[in-house]
């Protein structure tokens, strides 16, 4: 049974740092790995999705990698703003067709101004 | 806006009332699927669909029904509302091969009382 971790739970940091968020899975055959924002009492919007074949992805500040062997990937934010703070989520799917996308239960990281 | 429409955003329901949660979408999506995402159990996966006329369960599908007549449309059916259904309700859809990942509707925030 997959299973998704995120680690740390929660975050605080300074504004302007750059910061990792960890997310692991158990198993490496996945079809590709998403990354999610969600902001209090709203719905997720998604970041980054990578594909199973491809290491890493970018978007603007937001630069996410997979690691299929180790099970891990990580989300890097560059520059850190208030703005950025939010609850981020890592949703693995499933290699087969199972269409069960399996979701870490989140890293909510707060930018101090 | 293209994307994942869910109806109502907000509903209150008496212990036994019996309601549907409205999801559409116009992106032409094979895939559909409900989750529920309650405060430390993170998003848990109801059921889901792929295609029109195909259905299945979830993660946790007792009290819930689905079906799906057409591509567009996989309503949510509660039928007989317990307090334990008290949940932020979100629908998803992706294209059968997975290249642009899952959009996810903004959610309804159900109370059973």
């Known amino acids: 049974k997959q299973e998704v971790t995120q680690i740390p739970a929660a975050l605080s940091v300074p504004e302007g740092e750059n910061l990792v968020l960890n997310c692991s899975f158990t198993?490496?055959?996945?079809?590709?790995l998403q990354w999610f924002r969600q902001d209090p009492g709203k719905g997720l919007t998604s970041l980054l999705l990578i594909q199973s074949s491809q290491r890493e992805q970018t978007s603007g500040r937001l630069n996410a990698s997979l690691d299929k062997s180790s099970g891990r990937s990580t989300l890097y934010i560059a520059a850190s703003q208030p703005g950025d703070s939010a609850t981020y989520l890592c949703a693995v799917d499933p290699q087969g067709g199972s269409e069960k996308l399996v979701f870490g239960k989140g890293t909510k990281l707060t930018v101090n101004p | 806006n293209a994307g994942v429409t869910q109806t109502p955003k907000f509903q209150v329901l008496k212990t036994g009332q019996s309601m549907t949660l409205q999801c559409a979408q116009d992106m032409n999506h094979e895939y559909m699927s409900w989750y529920r995402q309650d405060p430390g159990m993170g998003l848990r996966l109801i059921h889901y669909s792929v295609g029109a006329g195909i259905t299945d369960q979830g993660e946790v599908p007792n009290g819930y029904n689905v079906s799906r007549s057409t591509t567009e449309d996989f309503p949510l059916r509660l039928l007989s509302a317990a307090p334990s259904q008290t949940s932020v309700y979100f629908c998803?859809?992706?294209?059968?091969?997975?290249?642009?990942?899952?959009?996810f509707g903004s959610g309804t925030r159900l109370t059973v009382v």
């Open positions: 998803a859809s992706r294209g059968r091969d997975g290249a642009y990942g899952y959009t």
């Open positions: 198993d490496s055959a996945i079809y590709n």
